[in-house]
T-cell receptor, first 113, second 113 residues
Framework: DQQVKQNSPSLSVQEGRISILNCDYT??????FLWYKKYPAEGPTFLIS?????DKNEDGRFTVFLNKSAKHLSLHIVPSQPGDSAVYFC????????????FGAGTRLAVHP | DAGITQSPRHKVTETGTPVTLRCHQT?????MYWYRQDPGHGLRLIHY???????DKGEVSDGYSVSRSKTEDFLLTLESATSSQTSVYFC????????????FGEGSWLTVV
């Protein structure tokens, strides 16, 4: 039973446009969410996070939105660049949980020139 | 980049042999983790450590053991490797036990033949 789901295995976007990656979770105890980017043959790189006390967090071209009632979060990348092409993982954890992360299966983003 | 070094980076071993993967950190972070990544599953937690000699199981711990005798080193051992343990293994570190960014190493590719 997957507690964190990324239902789109892949996404293709044109350079300069917005990329929207989605993530759903089932466990209402989760209160801290993170997005990681992963290039082939490298480790996951932290991108952005959000606490459940917020509904939005922004860092440059990256914005994460959290809808607690829907148990849904999304990552917006604006504008998308070819270097953003990677696999994006959504992860969740909860307070006092030793930062043990539950990951989604990932979404492969391809940004085309 | 977080100071995390994994060794070996690549290994091919035979079924039934013991294998040890090492994670070394230079950040003096208290919390360390071992994850494995498999297609369709994202990353899944194998074991984690919340201090020297303090370890606990994650969601896919069967067939694995860990040890942490020093703050900087976290070892993952496959006592008798099986083909189902062919995977990419990632070590991660975290400074505190909740609400912090978790940083990943570059991965160890293990093939069991």
């Amino acid at each position: 039973d997957q507690q964190v789901k990324q239902n789109s295995p892949s996404l293709s976007v044109q350079e300069g446009r917005i990329s929207i990656l989605n993530c759903d979770y089932t466990n209402s105890m989760f209160d801290y969410f993170l997005w990681y980017k992963k290039y082939p043959a490298e480790g996951p790189t932290f991108l952005i996070s959000i606490s459940s006390i917020k509904d939005k967090n922004e860092d440059g071209r990256f914005t994460v939105f959290l809808n607690k009632s829907a148990k849904h979060l999304s990552l917006h990348i604006v504008p998308s660049q070819p270097g953003d092409s990677a696999v994006y993982f959504c992860a969740a954890t909860f307070s006092g949980g030793y930062n043990k992360l539950i990951f989604g299966a990932g979404t492969r983003l391809a940004v085309h020139p | 980049d977080a100071g995390i070094t994994q060794s070996p980076r690549h290994k091919v071993t035979e079924t039934g042999t013991p294998v040890t993967l090492r994670c070394h950190q230079t950040e003096n972070h208290r919390y360390m983790y071992w994850y494995r990544q498999d297609p369709g599953h994202g990353l899944r937690l194998i074991h984690y450590s919340y201090g020297v000699k303090d370890t606990d199981k994650g969601e896919v711990s069967d067939g694995y053991s860990v040890s942490r005798s020093k703050t900087e080193d976290f070892l993952l051992t496959l006592e008798s490797a099986t083909s189902s343990q062919t995977s990419v293994y990632f070590c991660a570190i975290s400074e505190n036990y909740s609400g912090n960014t978790i940083y990943f190493g570059e991965g160890s590719w293990l093939t069991v033949v």
